[in-house]
């Protein structure tokens, strides 16, 4: 059981807009930044966006992280094939004292 | 160009030992905060141990008491110490950089190390 709470699957159609939602407590991401890492299949996952909203240098702008209380949101719009992979949402949590990460959420491209 | 590079995974029985090794270059494991990070199979992603680089160290409560995380700066490496191995320890060991941002910002990752904890 994650502390984070994140659907198990999406899917989306090339070039359609999806968004993966991550679901938290006061203790993690009301009160901390939000990270979403890409993990396509047998890789090591991928920093996509850190401090809730930003990317890091190579990352398309189609990808898109927010905000808001106690959850966070992945959108990926012009969605492509290649996107298709596992995503995950993590954060600080103050109580725990440690980095906590979300179940996942296995993107399908129809 | 940032590298970090696992080894020492492998089988080992329920109750032993075993030590992984993360040797980086194009970064510095001394002045950087690094962990690791598992996955079992086919699950997803679990932070397992911070060490900061003044050398305090913060692990998960699934593994504290059984694991340490440590590093040798003169080989620019981060160790795992892992003792008392249980079945649900088999997983995929990531170390990770923290980057310069949020906490669990983990911008650098190795390419992982199996651990199969079975008898």
């Known amino acids: 059981q994650s502390v984070l709470t994140q659907p198990p699957s999406a899917s989306g159609t090339p070039g359609q807009r999806v968004t993966i939602s991550c679901s938290g407590s006061s203790s993690n991401i009301g009160s901390n930044s939000v990270n979403w890492y890409q993990q396509l299949p047998g890789t090591a996952p991928k920093l996509l966006t850190h401090s809730n909203n930003q990317r890091p240098s190579g990352v398309p702008d189609r990808f898109s992280g927010s905000k808001s209380g106690n959850s966070a949101s992945l959108a990926i719009s012009g969605l492509q094939s290649e996107d298709e992979a596992d995503y995950y949402c993590a954060a600080w949590d103050d109580s725990l004292n440690g980095v906590v990460f979300g179940g996942g959420t296995k993107l399908t491209v129809l | 160009e940032v590298q970090l590079v696992e080894t020492g995974g492998g089988l080992i029985q329920p109750g032993g030992s075993l030590r992984l090794s993360c040797a980086a270059s194009g970064l510095t494991v001394s002045s950087s905060y690094m962990s690791w990070v598992r996955q079992a199979p086919g699950k997803g992603l679990e932070w397992v141990s911070f060490?900061?680089?003044?050398?305090?160290?913060i692990h998960a409560d699934s593994v504290k008491g059984r694991f340490t995380i440590s590093r040798d700066n003169s080989k620019n490496t981060l160790y795992l110490q892992m003792n008392s191995l249980r079945a649900e320890d088999t997983a995929i060991y990531y170390c990770a950089r923290q980057g310069d941002s949020a906490w669990g910002a983990f911008d650098y990752w190795g390419q992982g190390a199996l651990v199969t904890v079975s008898s």
């Open positions: 060490i900061y680089s003044g050398g305090s160290t």
